[in-house]
């Protein structure tokens, strides 16, 4: 706002200066071309009609010759002197300084008269108008400006102060509802949008979102700690419940009943933490993913040969391997096959089939899995990807609904992906894509 004045004042100055030059040269010329019809030279000698004036105003006009000698009219007296020895420009405006004081001179040929020894001297008619005389009326101008500029910027000020009062309102509705969302930590509430001003609209709006997501954010979280204490909580309580029994009996056969199923609630708490602690560590990026290579169809054989092994006879796994190699972490990509080779197998039908191929198509490798098993709904197919979402729980009663987020995010570190192809009722097809390295 001080800048902004500054260059006002300093433009208004620069403008009313050049104004008032422009103007005075103007009113010279003017009173110099009217008085030039009532003077002239007619056989060397000067000629001056009754309508002459020698003082138009604030102008004064002086007949001289070259040199300088005043023929008719009178220089200021002031100035007399040093006027005279200025030198005559034909034509020209300008501006003298005499006796410290500030005179626009402006001279105009007439002809030519003759003087004394009879030679011939051009005379010229000089228009003066002293600064000051003129200076009264333009600072008149000036200080309109001036008082205008103070009026303006009064308005500025005013509407400024007015504006600055409903943005403040507007901005502090906004402070008041966010204080209120951190201190109830109802995520639920929003803030309004219905603002007068485009800018605080937006900038709500921007806020809304924000709080959408932090709400989405907060919900997913509590969701998780919810699954993981459900989780939990079955294999602890079979643990006590076995711990409880194993103290009444004396028998051997019994403890070591006991102490199996111990061992195999165990050894799932394990694997469900294991799993949390690979999803939580690659959430966050603190896992260093190793560059090795990986030959897909080696890593598939050895995986398939195991889970043929604890498959039995129950269902039959077909290879259909072609060269597919890239670079990666071979164990973790060795969990994302297992878990997709497992949970063909699991919701296979008894004697069912499950072909595993690998090969590269275009810049990417791959390991497809297909199965003829119960097929997934096709609103699921989505949601098999999240923490312990599982279709239907009597089926994976063993599982946690942790393979596929932890195989996803496995396949995302790895730049690849997995894609499901399901039909409910005839199988599914998942296929874990790597770009080729
Ligand atoms: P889990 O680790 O318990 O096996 P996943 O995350 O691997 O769970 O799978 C999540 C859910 O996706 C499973 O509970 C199941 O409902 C569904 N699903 C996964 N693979 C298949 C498949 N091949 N056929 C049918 N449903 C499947």
Request: glycine letters at 6%; a positive charge; one cysteine or more.
């Amino acid at each position: 706002m001080i800048a902004m004045t500054v260059i006002m004042v300093i433009l208004i100055r620069f403008l009313s200066s050049a104004a008032v030059d422009y103007e005075i040269k103007r009113e010279l010329r003017k009173g110099i071309d009217a008085n030039l019809f009532h003077i002239s030279t007619r056989n060397g000698k000067l000629k001056i009609s009754e309508n002459f004036r020698y003082q138009d105003e604030k102008v004064r006009f002086v007949i001289i010759r070259r040199g300088g000698k005043v023929l008719a009219g009178e220089y200021p007296k002031e100035a007399a002197n040093s006027m005279q020895k200025i030198f005559i420009r034909n034509k020209l405006s300008r501006c003298v300084v005499c006796n410290g004081q500030k005179y626009y001179i402006r001279d105009v040929r007439i002809g030519k008269i003759k003087v004394k020894n009879k030679k011939s001297r051009g005379i010229f008619m000089r228009g003066i108008l002293k600064k000051s005389d003129a200076d009264s009326f333009y600072y008149k101008i000036e200080m309109v400006s001036y008082i205008s500029l103070v009026g303006i910027l009064c308005i500025i000020l005013a509407f400024e102060f007015i504006f600055s009062k409903r943005i403040s309102k507007e901005l502090k509705d906004m402070c008041h509802t966010a204080e209120s969302i951190g201190t109830s930590l109802d995520m639920s509430q929003r803030m309004r949008c219905d603002h007068q001003y485009k800018e605080i609209a937006v900038l709500a709006n921007a806020n809304n979102r924000m709080l959408d997501r932090l709400e989405q954010t907060f919900q997913q979280q509590e969701q998780f700690t919810s699954d993981v204490a459900h989780e939990l909580r079955t294999p602890v309580a079979v643990v006590m419940a076995q711990c409880e029994y194993a103290w009444k009996t004396d028998s051997e056969e019994e403890y070591r009943e006991v102490l199996d199923v111990v061992y195999r609630q165990s050894k799932r708490l394990n694997n469900l933490i294991t799993k949390l602690l690979k999803f939580s560590r690659l959430e966050q990026g603190r896992m260093q993913l190793r560059d090795e290579m990986l030959d897909l169809p080696e890593i598939v054989v050895s995986i398939c040969e195991e889970q043929q092994e604890k498959a039995q006879d129950s269902v039959l796994i077909r290879l259909n391997l072609k060269d597919a190699v890239t670079t990666g972490d071979i164990s973790l990509i060795a969990i994302v096959i297992q878990n997709l080779v497992e949970n063909a197998v699991k919701f296979s039908h008894p004697q069912g089939e499950v072909e595993v191929e690998t090969g590269g198509q275009g810049d990417e490798v791959f390991v497809k899995v297909t199965d003829h098993g119960i097929g997934i709904l096709p609103e699921n197919t989505e949601k098999i990807f999240r923490r312990f979402y599982k279709c239907d729980k009597a089926r994976n009663a063993e599982g946690f609904g942790l393979g596929l987020a932890l195989s996803g995010k496995i396949a995302e570190k790895h730049g690849g992906r997995i894609a499901v192809k399901s039909v409910y009722g005839a199988g599914s097809e998942f296929t874990l894509y790597l770009p080729k390295k």
